[in-house]
């Protein structure tokens, strides 16, 4: 809202600086974010340093978005009294035109009136003015509709009496398949939900949005026809919005105008009108108010105001501010706790204030948030732990930092087709209403395309090898909205160096990070072949599965693999960068593991180990879990850990099979072990492992 | 008391022993070998003491202690001695020398033992200017540590975490926020809805992006009795045109405090101990009238400009000033919404823009670098 201070000065007394008029205006919650010098306005004297203000005001201020509105305020902080514009005597006669409010809902009050007119340009003062406030002026009778309306804050129309069948206005619901070709020359469809005004015959204005062409006032309008009316807020809201046309009048209506101002307004413009010499009066001003509105009054408590805002207001402090506002304020009896409490009836400009805590704000406002003091809450109920889910956050980030993965965080909707592949229907995407752009067009099923955009963006600005994971939310339409984690990885794995060693980032690197969350997590994942999973290269990808901790069913925690090539190169990354990708699901792997905050230690061992090597020549396509198990199965006790060191195909071994060498460790509890008994043990494993594989030790 | 054959024996060694010595490595060696802490003959004598049959302990460790200390002596003498001798001759002392050169030990490479000596002289110099290999160690994304850091701020002033869903239903997001439909303030956050509703945790399927964690507060407070004192992080979605300050998406950390007799001043010094940790501790903290629908009286908060400390620059827009989060006293209508007692209780709420915060902490220009995850970025920032 731009405010010119030498037009608020014709109402009320700024003895300040423009800055600290502004500062003071900030203060008190009207930001103004920008001083800009005022034009030239001739025939009106500025009375001091002139200049416009551009005010932000809140929505809660419909009362405001004028000079008067902001005069009222200026009074309350400076204590000047606020002059009034002069208005026209209401002229007597009959009424000037038939008006008939059909519907009384969405049109409490609805005011005309008739004047007699010679259109030309306004005076410069007031097209300097309007200039000054950002509306451009046309003709000295829209610009006396304007001129009231930045000034009371009240909008109004003027419509071309000659111009409307039967010269009368009626206040109704458009019908079905009615249009109206509004100011602005567009042709618009009208529903029964929206309000017009309409002559004997057809809509002639969408009430409170805007007015139509058909009798829009020209050079050659002779007579026109007044409106300052009232319309329901929210009706006019959502007609503005269904025909996507925000006008001043609909921003004024649907934030909440005066109801008490439409005649106030009328004997205004028809002031201004007679003093451009821009017409007359014809016949009396109509004012259809079938159901005249009650003012609210609302109770406050002196006391109150103390235990919301935490500082002493001094108790004449109040009545006295409220009433520059425009509230009325009665005092009460004295509560019981001798507090004092009064009454007070809100102006219907008021539209904010309902409840005791509306008046509260004003008196915050007012006092000076900056008078505040500052204290603490009190610590009546000691504070909860950290959820786990929060917790489990903390430490996956800190166990996939560890692993060298950055985090990312990608935006939560992509691109369809970007979706598409992660999701085995289309229908299962969660599609956005109202997107910004194609980019954004669905939520995410999976938090892997958002981890390759990402990494592509790295790979095209140099960076080869790069290690990616982000926490975040998912969405489906079968499962709804999940938390997972997931891990993209390229280039190398051990980075080069001067003493050589550089190793390219393959499969058993991702799988590390999974195994090492699981560890964190509490989690022993098994790593089988996945399902039917496009995303990933076949022979290089695993689902994650796992057991319950509670129930013993499975658990799907996610997949490891290879990026389907053609999955990465559709986002523009090169053809031979290989992606390793794991993704899991962090509600599966609580599911799965146990709180390792609550483990207990194990004691050291306290006797040595026997370690053993066994190299067996197997199938080549017998999984090395397989044999684990198998060996597992047959072991004593004090077989504590069996882990793969070698596994070699080629020179030596038959074609289809391959020699995988175990280190196994063997140790008890309670005594060294002998030889023997290890021996023994090994034995059983090579014949067990003979036995079910057909294993040949090498 | 007679002498111990033990100790007369190694007496005489030693004493042999000693007089072939010339060098300090030389004279090291043989302390070593007497009186080493591990392998010290001597040592291992003195340690037997105790095991030794009652009716000679006594004696044995008399004499065993006498023989340590003539050790200690002559050996002693003898330093100084070889101290006195002019320096052994190239050829003689070339490896101890150079070891103590290149290993850069110092100007005494007595200290080396022979053996010591023996093996690093055939190692070949290393130059300790090259690199060190690298340790993988990823970085947490810098919104995280803001996140984080904020998180710990409220920990200690006692508040739970909580994190709730990103797809969010009418009624929690707005609604019950005091904005009813077709509420002008809506305006202020516009909103991204859902083709179809999803599947819902709730009784309410989700309709829309959340644009505000503020539901987070109805849903706790629907589900807990007060006092209330939670603080909620999490992604925010907006229909906001991405560019240098606005991103769809971006996230957000909503606190609010409910009980009884909890004031306006309460909350301004929560916020201005907040911001003062967060920033730093001379953070100026100025509160403004502003207006949110679910509080009342709301307050803008501002600080001191963390680019000029308030002197007046382009970001600040020469007011010193620089607008940080959002607040104010929680409406009787929010508490009346999930059946608290507006009148016994009170409250306060605010809600701060994370990636903001990171923008004036790190002063990143764009806001859509954070989302662009360039790893030139992420790793400045600490682990």
Sequence with gaps: ?698 | MSALPAVDDLRATFRAELEGITTPDQLQELRNRYLGRKRGVVTALLKSVSQAPPETRRDLGRQANTLKQEIERALAERREEVARTPAPTDSQAKGAETVGKTIGYGADPVTLSPTVRAELSVRTPVDVTLPGREVPLGHRHPLTVIREEIEQIFTGLGFEILEGPEVEDDYHNFEALNMPPEHPARDMQDTLYLDAPLRARGARPGTLLRTHTSGMQIRYMETHEPPVRIVAPGLVYRRDTPDLTHSPMFQQVEGLLVGEGVTMADLKGTLETFLRQLFEPDTQVMFRPSFFPYTEPSAEVFISCVFCSGDGCAVCKRTGWLEILGSGMVHPAVLEAVGYDSERLTGWAFGVGIDRIAILKYRVEDIRAFYDNDLRLLEQFPY
């Design chain 1, 1 to 698: 809202m731009r405010i010119l201070v030498s037009w608020l000065r014709d109402l009320v007394p700024v003895t300040v600086s423009v800055d600290e008029l502004a500062e003071a205006l900030t203060a008190h919650g009207f930001e103004v974010s920008a001083v800009e010098p005022a034009p030239p306005i001739p025939d009106r004297p500025a009375r001091g340093e002139d200049a416009v203000l551009d005010i932000e005001i809140t929505t809660n201020r419909p009362d405001c978005l004028c000079v008067a509105g902001i005069a009222r305020e200026v009074s309350t902080i400076y204590g000047g009294a606020i002059t009034w514009p002069p208005v026209a005597d209401a002229p007597a006669g009959d009424d000037a035109l038939p008006v008939t409010i059909e519907d009384g809902a969405l049109c409490p009050r609805y005011a005309a009136s008739v004047a007699e007119v010679a259109i030309g340009p306004s005076p410069a003062w007031m097209a300097a003015r309007l200039e000054a406030a950002g509306v451009r002026p046309i003709n000295n009778l829209v610009d006396v509709t304007n001129y009231v309306m930045l000034e009371l804050g009240h909008p109004m129309h003027a419509f071309d009496l000659e111009r409307l069948a039967g010269g009368e206005l009626r206040i109704r619901r458009a019908r079905t398949g009615e249009t109206v070709r509004t100011l602005d020359g567009v042709e618009r469809a009208l529903d029964r939900d929206m309000l017009v005004i309409a002559d004997g015959a057809r809509p002639q204005a969408v009430a409170g949005v805007m007015g139509g062409a058909d009798s829009e006032v020209t050079d050659g309008t002779v007579r026109v026809a007044f409106e300052s009316a009232w319309f329901d807020p929210v009706s006019v809201r959502r007609t503005s919005k269904r025909l996507a046309l925000s006008t001043d009048a609909s921003f004024r209506f649907e934030r909440g105008a005066d109801i008490d101002a439409p005649v106030r307004a009328m004997r205004r413009a028809l002031q201004l009108l007679g003093e451009i010499g821009g017409g007359a009066a014809r016949g009396s001003i109509v004012d259809r108010y079938p159901a005249p509105r009650d003012r609210a009054t609302v109770v406050l408590r002196h006391h109150r105001i103390g235990q919301v805002l935490g500082v002493d207001v001094e108790p004449d402090f109040v009545p006295a501010t409220l009433e520059r506002l425009g509230f009325s304020v009665a005092p009460e009896s004295v509560e019981s706790d001798g507090g004092a409490r009064w009454r007070v009836t809100v102006p219907p400009h008021r539209v904010d204030v309902g409840r005791e805590i509306d008046l509260i704000e004003e008196i915050a406002r007012h006092h000076g948030y900056e008078r505040l003091p500052s204290t603490f809450p009190a610590l009546i109920r000691p504070p909860a732990a950290a959820s786990d889910a929060l917790s489990r956050q903390r430490l996956l980030r800190r166990v996939l930092t560890a692993g060298g993965c950055s985090e990312a965080i990608t935006y939560g909707f992509i691109e369809e087709a970007a979706a598409l592949p992660f999701v085995d229907r289309p229908d299962e995407l969660v599609r956005i209403a109202n997107p910004l752009s194609e980019k954004f067009a669905v939520l995410r099923p999976s938090l892997v395309p958002g981890l390759l955009d990402a990494l592509i963006h790295n790979r095209r600005r140099e960076r080869r090898d790069i290690r990616l994971f982000e926490i975040g939310r998912r969405f489906t339409a079968a499962d709804g909205e999940t938390s997972g984690f997931a891990v993209a990885l390229t280039g190398s794995s051990v980075p080069r160096h001067w003493s050589g060693g550089e190793r390219p980032t393959d499969l058993f690197d991702a799988i590390g990070l999974v195994d090492r969350v699981c560890d964190a997590f509490g989690v022993t994942p098994a790593y089988e072949p996945p399902d039917e999973r496009g995303t990933l290269v076949a022979d290089r990808a695993a689902a994650v599965r796992a057991t319950a901790r509670e129930a013993a069913e499975a658990v799907q925690l996610g997949h490891v693999g290879q990026l389907a090539p053609t999955i990465a190169q559709a986002r523009g990354l090169p053809a031979d960068d290989a992606i390793y990708v794991a993704e899991l699901d962090l509600a599966a792997m609580a599911r799965a593991g146990v709180d390792r905050r609550r483990m207990a230690a194990a004691p050291l061992p306290r006797y040595p180990s026997i370690v053993r090597d066994l190299a067996m020549v197997i199938d080549a396509a017998l999984p090395a879990a397989t044999v684990r198990d198998t060996i597992r199965s047959v072991a004593p006790e004090t077989l504590v850990h069996v882990r793969e060191f070698d596994l070699y195909a080629g020179k030596g071994i038959p074609d289809d099979r391959m020699s995988l060498a175990f280190r196994l460790t063997f140790r008890a509890a309670d005594r060294t072990l002998t030889d023997v008994e290890v021996q023994q043990a090994m034995d059983a494993i090579v014949a067990e492992l003979k036995t079910t594989h057909g294993a040949v030790p090498r």
